[in-house]
T-cell receptor
Framework: QQQVKQSPQSLIVQKGGISIINCAYE??????FPWYQQFPGKGPALLIA?????SEKKEGRFTISFNKSAKQFSLHIMDSQPGDSATYFC????????????FGKGTKLSVIP | DGGITQSPKYLFRKEGQNVTLSCEQN?????MYWYRQDPGQGLRLIYY???????QKGDIAEGYSVSREKKESFPLTVTSAQKNPTAFYLC???????????????FGPGTRLTVT
């Protein structure tokens, strides 16, 4: 049972455009929603994260939008650059006491010049 | 340099052999994790450990074993019982307690295991 559904599987965006990746979750007990960025052959790196009591969080060109009632959250990459080309994973974790991250299947982003 | 190291980067084994993947961290984190990543898939949790000498099974523990004798080390053994061992293996760690750092898992560079 996949508890975090991520879309699209792949995304091609022109340089300078906005990249949008969406995730939906089922378990309302999830308490923390991180996004990871992974380059080929490397481990994932934490990019940005949000808690469900916040509707939006921005860090530089990266923004998470969170819709608690719809159980959806999304990553927006503004002014996308070729260096942003990577695979992005959304994830979710239950509240205090839980150690298990549940990951989406990933979105491969290609930013073309 | 603080971080997580995994060795080797590439590992080749014959079918039927056990193999141990190394993971070391100098972040003074209490919790450590092992994930498996297959092409087009998200990360799936194999085992995790909250403290020394204690560990729990994740979603896909069958065919794997771990130990946690030291805080900084969490080796993973892929046994011959694992039916499809060829994959990219990722080790991670987190502070393990506290409000913010509790959840943030930091990943190592990974080991790509190929079994033929």
């Amino acid at each position: 049972q996949q508890q975090v559904k991520q879309s699209p599987q792949s995304l091609i965006v022109q340089k300078g455009g906005i990249s949008i990746i969406n995730c939906a979750y089922e378990n309302t007990a999830f308490d923390y929603f991180p996004w990871y960025q992974q380059f080929p052959g490397k481990g994932p790196a934490l990019l940005i994260a949000i808690r469900p009591d916040v509707s939006e969080k921005k860090e530089g060109r990266f923004t998470i939008s969170f819709n608690k009632s719809a159980k959806q959250f999304s990553l927006h990459i503004m002014d996308s650059q070729p260096g942003d080309s990577a695979t992005y994973f959304c994830a979710a974790i239950l509240g205090a006491g839980s150690y298990q991250l549940t990951f989406g299947k990933g979105t491969k982003l290609s930013v073309i010049p | 340099d603080g971080g997580i190291t995994q060795s080797p980067k590439y590992l080749f084994r014959k079918e039927g052999q056990n193999v141990t993947l190394s993971c070391e961290q100098n972040l003074n984190h209490d919790a450590m994790y092992w994930y498996r990543q297959d092409p087009g898939q998200g990360l799936r949790l194999i085992y995790y450990s909250q403290i020394v000498n204690d560990f729990q099974k994740g979603d896909i523990a069958e065919g794997y074993s771990v130990s946690r004798e030291k805080k900084e080390s969490f080796p993973l053994t892929v046994t011959s019982a694992q039916k499809n061992p060829t994959a990219f293996y990722l080790c991670a760690s987190s502070i393990g307690s506290g409000t913010g750092g509790f959840y943030e898992q930091y990943f190592g560079p990974g080991t790509r295991l190929t079994v033929t």
